[in-house]
């Protein structure tokens, strides 16, 4: 009931976090994350009856705690998300495992801007490092409780833009607070020193097609990446078009694995040499798509989402299948070409719009009024790809006018139910 779910008249207000959100990129901010990435409790449904005999103020909070709700949506699994969370979280634990030195096999996460590869690879790293802080908890017990924390399991850092061979190595340096030494090789000696100090075993290095590979930095540059495969960590390369970045630059495909083979230039080894011996440093690259609307599985997947988005929206007009029924699901991959971030941002903005214009439920007519916007595009790097196209002068699909495609009406007959108190 309302009295029990709202918070009380002069309560503080649970849903609202004071100070900036937490940087993952230090180490301080990462463990931050990772304790309330689950936490946030979305505001109770409330019919518009219920709403109605809220008093003013608490009839504010809940609009502000419903506001909080539809900007903190959860992240839901995707078939693509799941391939990538999967794989990535079996290749940390099995390297976290080996006991042996050597290279371990890493990972690079490859997909366009907004289709999730940050968020997707940060909540796998977390879950990873939830079991492993666990175990190093039995392993070393007893450790003085308001010491510094030594125990990294989990780096994540992200290159700034335009980076160098010297930038990487500073933006790892800096998830510890280490200090960065003048030279390329003094820097690469700290990170290593860290990564042991601080037993990481896995390191995430976010947008690292932001590396510049067409200058004299290159040649540094695919030494720096060879130098921290030789790490005892597990790598994570997340970036839009790897393949295309130069990065790959000298590596080549194990037919027998699918794996990309880094050849140790130095020590003269030839491909087929790496190969027969099974050795070198190797990766595998798994690619996260949109969402695909021209299969069966595909449009079942999107109807899926669109359902765990509908059922986090608090508008006091919504009824089920707002967004899963009707020509809804169509415009809305039509809007978005299926990619999830920028449906995202869709939601967002038109659930902001429809509490300021009391509709209170979306429509294709509002939405259409509502533009997608990316938020701080200084913060992406347009060179490396990272802005996405957003598809502009979408039209509402019309029953009668000429389809620009077959629209599968396979999933149509879910009907329309209103909102029990609508
Ligand atoms: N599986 C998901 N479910 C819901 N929202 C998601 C999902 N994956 C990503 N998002 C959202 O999409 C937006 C873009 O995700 P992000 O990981 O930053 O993309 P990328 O790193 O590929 O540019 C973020 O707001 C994120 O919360
Ligand atoms: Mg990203």
Not at 9 to 16: D, K, N, S
Not at 109 to 138: L, Y
Request: overall charge negative.
């Amino acid at each position: 009931m309302v009295d029990q779910t709202t918070p009380d008249e002069h309560a503080v207000v649970p849903f609202l976090r004071a100070g900036p959100p937490p940087d993952r990129t230090r180490w301080e901010g990462w463990q931050q994350w990772r304790k309330i990435r689950d936490t946030f409790v979305p505001a109770p449904h409330l019919t518009l009856a219920e709403h109605q005999y809220l008093s003013p103020r608490r009839r504010a909070l809940h609009d502000l705690h419903r506001t909080a709700t539809h900007v903190n949506m959860r992240l839901q699994e995707t078939p693509m998300s799941m391939r990538v969370a999967n794989l990535m979280r079996g290749r940390l634990q099995n390297n976290a495992m080996k006991f042996m030195p050597g290279t371990r096999d890493g990972l690079m996460i490859n997909g366009g801007g907004f289709q999730g590869k940050t968020e997707t690879a940060c909540d796998a790293a977390a879950s990873f490092e939830d079991v492993r802080r666990n175990i190093h908890h039995q392993l070393l017990p007893g450790r003085t409780p308001g010491t510094r924390d030594v125990f990294v399991p989990v780096a994540y850092c992200r290159l700034p833009v335009r980076a160098t061979p010297k930038g990487l190595c500073k933006a790892i340096l800096n998830v510890y607070g280490d200090p960065h030494p003048g030279t390329l090789d003094d820097l690469v000696r700290a990170v290593r020193d860290a990564i042991r100090d601080h037993h990481t075993s896995a390191l995430l290095i976010d947008d690292v097609t932001r590396l510049r590979l067409h200058r004299e930095d290159d040649q540094d540059t695919l030494d720096l990446i060879r130098e921290l495969m030789d790490l005892n960590v597990t790598l994570v390369l997340i970036g839009v078009d790897i393949p295309g970045s130069g990065l790959l630059r000298g590596a080549y495909v194990d037919p027998r694995t699918g794996q990309w083979v880094f050849p140790d230039v130095k020590n003269g080894k030839n491909h087929e040499a790496m190969a027969a011996t099974q050795t070198g440093r190797r990766f595998d690259m798994v690619d996260l798509d949109p969402f695909d609307y021209s299969t069966l599985a595909g449009i079942t997947a999107f109807l899926d989402h669109l359902a765990g988005i509908e059922e986090q929206l608090r508008l006091l007009r919504s009824f089920t299948g707002m967004l899963t029924t009707g020509e809804m699901p169509e415009y809305l991959f039509d809007r978005t070409r299926g990619v999830v971030g920028l449906l995202r941002r869709l939601i967002e903005d038109g659930c902001a719009e429809a509490i300021t214009t009391r509709e209170e439920r979306l429509t294709k007519e509002l939405l259409a009024r509502t533009t997608i916007h990316l938020g701080n595009l200084n913060d992406l790097d347009e060179g490396a790809g990272e802005i996405p196209e957003i598809p502009q002068d979408v039209t509402s699909p019309q029953p009668e006018s000429p389809r620009k495609r077959g629209r599968n009406t396979v999933l149509d007959d879910r009907g329309e139910r209103p909102a029990a108190g609508d």
